[in-house]
């Protein structure tokens, strides 16, 4: 999860400021959501254990890769060795402003991830807007009290994404005009 100041958004018509915008990485910012799943669902089908995509989306997706393996592990019954990550070039624009399940006791659906962003970067939880495209996550966003762009033209319908304090788009090329630049 990464994070930059934003002053303002755009949403359902009505033009309101946020202080700070949260963004999730995977399937928000890098298009790498459906690629992980399928690795991850093939890994587990080549361990024995078989999960059709809607049982991969439903377990794992907008949870941390912790629970990935812990989930896998007790499943299962075997340890699994950690995943190396990949490089996008984001780091320059984010850096210092990256946030990781890791850093906190609860991962997503609680609120704690986003919580501890915002203090962090000394923003107000109601001063902050978070762009996700997961069930968990927008749970998550909910429960800190944050406003939600959720993002359903990934691998979770926008249908579960849909609800109070959401604004769904299906195309990140409306973002933009959701989450508008510069100051009123």
Known sequence: MTSLPHPQSVAAGVRRAFDLVIFDCD???VDSESIAIRVDQRVLADL???LDLDEMV??????SEAHFVAETERRLGV???ADPLGQTGLLPTFEGRIFSASEVDRGKPAPDLFLHAARTLGVEPAGCAVVEDSLYGVQAARAAGMHVFAF???VTPA???AGPGTTVFRHMRELPDLIAVGRP
């Open 159 to 161: 249908a579960r994404l």
């Open 79 to 81: 340890r699994l060795d």
């Open 58 to 63: 439903e377990r794992f997706v907008g949870k």
């Open 27 to 29: 399937g928000v910012l």
């Open 152 to 154: 359903g033209g990934g």
């Open 48 to 50: 024995g254990w078989e």
